[in-house]
């Protein structure tokens, strides 16, 4: 009896032992004819759509061979004692202008060179700014934040006062000059929405009394897709300034300081990117609207301005095969 159920069972087991064998067997075949596919970290592309918000740069460079001339305009108040429509709200008057090209060294390193008015005692200036991206975000968050250096060194050529206590006091070209260095950390959280921070060091030479030769500050910015062009864009900045000094200064001068923020809309139109902006920054260099921003929102001493940006290539490589040429 016992011999019987054993041969009933290996009849029974003798085919699924068989049929796991061939599967196995074919399995491995597959797997072998299928080459492997390796995991890649496929860069995020296009946090931001330009190199600046309103005021605060983003983590965006120029690719290599191309550049981008970019013209930044500043009106006056538009509401306030200095506003309304005495002043066309703003449009009779201009308290500062940028012109700039910025050129792509590779796709991760961008030289700029700039002329601007400037918004305070300090004018005339000329800017040289390098931008290097350090690490850029990947689709599978094996880097989460992209993180671009930018440092510029700004030198004001007005006439040197002769008046000790003016901030343009000059007495050499050392005296004329200012250091920004800025980290920009960003991150794009979906196809419609980026953010960043960046925190900011500034170094001046030469300041009136009292006035920080050194400031820290932490601005931070965002896009918001609002339809295939159009997007909504902010900044902020924080200086961090000496109470003591601050207290001084706005007692001296009869001023005070707030704290830089710019709301406005971002449009593409083919070449150009071209910015509405409204912001209580009088100026537009980093040197001066992060430590010397004197309007208030609240008192309608902000202003309507805008920023245009077109982009020209030179990599005639790139060129032949986008013409088939």
């Known amino acids: 009896m016992k011999q019987h159920t054993y041969f009933l069972y290996s009849l029974l087991i003798l085919p699924a032992i068989l049929f796991t064998t061939v599967q196995a067997s074919a399995q491995d075949d597959l797997e072998k004819a299928i080459p492997i596919i390796k995991t890649t970290h496929e860069k995020v592309s296009a946090t931001f759509k330009s190199t600046k918000l309103i005021n605060g740069h983003t983590n965006e460079t120029i690719y290599k061979n191309e550049m981008d001339f970019k013209v930044d305009h500043r009106f006056g108040d538009i509401a306030g004692s200095n506003g309304g429509l005495r002043q066309f709200f703003g449009l009779d008057q201009s308290t500062d202008v940028r012109i700039g090209f910025d050129y792509g060294l590779s796709d991760r390193v961008t030289v700029g060179l700039a002329r601007a008015k400037g918004a305070t005692a300090v004018q005339q200036l000329y800017e040289l700014s390098i931008k290097y991206r350090l690490l850029e975000q990947?689709?599978?968050?094996?880097?989460?934040?992209?993180?671009?250096?930018?440092?510029?060194?700004?030198?004001?050529?007005?006439?040197?006062?002769?008046?000790?206590?003016?901030?343009?006091?000059?007495?050499?070209?050392?005296?004329?000059?200012?250091?920004?260095?800025?980290?920009?950390?960003?991150?794009?959280?979906?196809?419609?929405?980026?953010?960043?921070?960046?925190?900011?060091?500034?170094?001046?030479?030469?300041?009136?009394?009292?006035?920080?030769?050194?400031?820290?500050?932490?601005?931070?910015?965002?896009?918001?897709?609002?339809?295939?062009?159009?997007?909504?864009?902010?900044?902020?900045?924080?200086?961090?300034?000496?109470?003591?000094?601050?207290?001084?200064?706005?007692?001296?001068?009869?001023?005070?300081?707030?704290?830089?923020?710019?709301?406005?809309?971002?449009?593409?139109?083919?070449?150009?990117?071209?910015?509405?902006?409204?912001?209580?920054?009088?100026?537009?260099?980093?040197?001066?609207?992060?430590?010397?921003?004197?309007?208030?929102?609240?008192?309608?001493?902000?202003?309507?301005?805008?920023?245009?940006?077109?982009?020209?290539?030179?990599?005639?490589?790139?060129?032949?095969?986008?013409?088939?040429?």
Do not use: C
């Not at 953010?195 to 300041?207: K, V």
């Not at 932490?218 to 000496?242: E, Q, T, W």
């Not at 980093?286 to 902000?302: A, D, H, V």
């Open 138 to 325: 990947t689709t599978d968050d094996h880097i989460p934040f992209a993180i671009t250096f930018f440092g510029s060194n700004t030198i004001a050529a007005i006439h040197a006062s002769d008046d000790p206590t003016s901030a343009t006091a000059y007495r050499n070209l050392g005296d004329r000059t200012n250091y920004v260095s800025q980290l920009i950390i960003a991150r794009k959280m979906s196809p419609g929405f980026s953010f960043s921070l960046t925190p900011s060091y500034l170094h001046r030479n030469f300041t009136t009394y009292r006035d920080q030769n050194e400031l820290f500050a932490l601005g931070a910015g965002a896009r918001a897709k609002l339809s295939k062009r159009v997007a909504l864009v902010i900044d902020y900045f924080l200086p961090f300034r000496n109470t003591a000094d601050k207290a001084y200064l706005e007692k001296v001068n009869n001023v005070k300081f707030y704290n830089p923020l710019g709301v406005g809309l971002e449009m593409e139109t083919g070449g150009h990117i071209f910015h509405l902006n409204f912001t209580n920054a009088a100026a537009i260099e980093e040197m001066q609207f992060i430590p010397s921003t004197t309007s208030s929102w609240l008192k309608g001493q902000y202003r309507w301005g805008f920023s245009i940006s077109r982009r020209f290539s030179f990599n005639h490589t790139k060129k032949q095969v986008e013409t088939g040429t």
